[in-house]
């Protein structure tokens, strides 16, 4: 079905043809590209508190925080102020800063499950690490994912899983060496069966399990505690490091992110996103012992020119700092919930099967009435639905994830009165993706 524009959407169109010119698909990152929605992507010029402008001048309320750094909003003032005085001291210098430490401290210290942290540059950036991190501490090479987790581009982690409940990865990305797919065990999330089943197999080759303990790259595939409670056992049973990727839960479901909200000691943590700001900043953290591995106390080399940056760290101290507040991760989710409910009132109200998993302030449009825990529990065919959704909110001022297997995030910088019109406006749009 075609799907036409009321608003006004030409100078983001002709940018995005200009766009097309210098960079393969017109972007810099895939999903940008608008290919599972319609219409070409918003360029965007501003951003402030819960509300984003394109270069037409149109305004939404943005519920996407560019992918989930901004837990605080566009432009908060706490940050700019900090990154604007430090960056009037230069960029960076390639060597450590004072603020470099105050952002280690201050995460360090308020995290009970790691007593070391490494600064990187990006999310994929720490995963790599991480993993590379675990196969130098335990001496083996394989890796065990879950099928519906996304740890970033790493060459071993763009892997799907073939048919058969323990599973080589087959890559999802041309380019990479199918050896490099051979070292990568793919399961389904949420299944004990599977967990034993590969460690028994392959635990004496395997160097970790790595997984998003709130899975939220492909749709929102929350996991009961006890699964995690039950990897957590079964990796130590078997000698092989558990790594928690955090890098959109990590000080989005609390400070000390999913392993604080379920109280399990990972091996490994990854982090990124929320981490930094607004400004490109990664990390690993883990124990003083696991820690000691890395170059140039330990033998596994990992750098990087422009890592803990002063003005990277300036920024990711002055959000850090907020998120250390008493009561800061409680309103978040009171406020996340009320506009939940008000989603799935209107929803029952119409009996249209949909439903809006939820935990801290991320929440998911699932159409489907059943708990989805695995990637093999959506339907494709719900994406079309998506589509309409997306589109009709563009017309009316709301900007999700341009994919419905992206989870949306809610910022201190909704108020409840935001959140209320959101909710009239997604539902009227529901109106129409479930009767287009
Ligand atoms: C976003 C994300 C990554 C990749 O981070 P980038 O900064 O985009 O490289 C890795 N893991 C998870 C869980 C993520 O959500």
Avoid at 385 to 404: A, C, D, M, N, T
């Amino acid at each position: 079905m075609e799907l036409k524009n009321k608003i006004k959407r030409e100078k983001s169109a002709a940018l995005f043809a200009e766009a097309k010119e210098y960079f393969p698909g017109g972007v810099n990152s895939p999903v940008r590209a608008f290919k599972s929605v319609s219409g070409p992507p918003l360029f965007i010029k501003h951003g402030e508190g819960c509300r984003i402008t394109d270069e037409d001048d149109n305004v939404y309320l943005d519920f996407c925080c560019s992918w989930g750094p901004l837990i605080l909003g566009h432009n908060n003032n706490h940050i700019r102020e900090s990154v604007i005085k430090t960056i009037a001291h230069g960029t960076s210098f390639g060597t450590p800063t004072k603020l470099g430490n105050e952002l280690g401290k201050l995460i360090v210290d308020n995290n009970r499950f790691i007593e070391k942290i490494r600064f990187v540059s990006s999310g994929t950036e720490a995963v790599m690490s991480a993993i590379r991190l675990a196969r130098g501490v335990t001496g083996k090479s394989k890796v065990v994912k879950f099928e519906g987790c996304y740890h970033g581009h790493v060459d071993s982690l763009l892997v799907k899983a073939g048919s058969g409940l323990v599973t080589f990865g087959e890559s999802t990305s041309a380019g990479i060496p199918e050896s490099f797919a051979k070292e990568t065990l793919v399961i389904p999330l949420n299944d004990r069966e599977a967990v034993e089943e590969v460690l028994k197999q392959y635990a004496h080759e395997t160097a970790c399990i790595i997984i998003e303990p709130i899975p939220a790259n492909n749709g929102l595939l929350l996991q009961d505690k006890d699964f995690l409670v039950f990897l957590r056992e079964k990796c130590s049973e078997y000698g092989v490091l558990l790594i928690f990727d955090e890098v959109i839960s990590g000080f989005r479901v609390g400070f000390e992110g999913a392993a604080g909200v379920y109280d399990i000691q990972p091996d490994i943590i990854t982090y990124g996103k929320i981490i930094g700001g607004g400004m490109p900043v990664g990390a690993y953290g883990a124990s003083k012992e696991i820690m000691s591995h890395i170059a140039p106390e330990g033998a596994v080399y990992q750098a990087g020119t422009l890592s803990a940056n002063p003005v990277a760290m300036s920024a990711g101290f002055a959000a850090c700092e907020m998120l250390v507040r008493d009561g800061f991760y409680e309103t978040m989710e009171r406020k996340t919930k009320y506009f939940v409910g008000l989603l799935e009132a209107f929803c029952h109200i119409h009996n249209y099967e949909v439903t809006f998993p939820t935990i801290g302030s991320i929440f998911w449009v699932a159409f489907s009435n059943k708990r989805i825990q695995a990637a093999d529990e959506i339907d494709p065919e719900s994406m079309e639905k998506f589509k309409i959704l997306h589109h009709e909110l563009l017309q009316r001022g709301v900007y999700l994830g341009p994919s419905g297997y992206e989870v949306g995030f809610v910022s201190s910088a909704h108020t409840i009165e935001d959140l209320e019109v959101a909710a009239r406006i997604i539902g009227e749009c529901l109106h129409l993706a479930n009767n287009g």
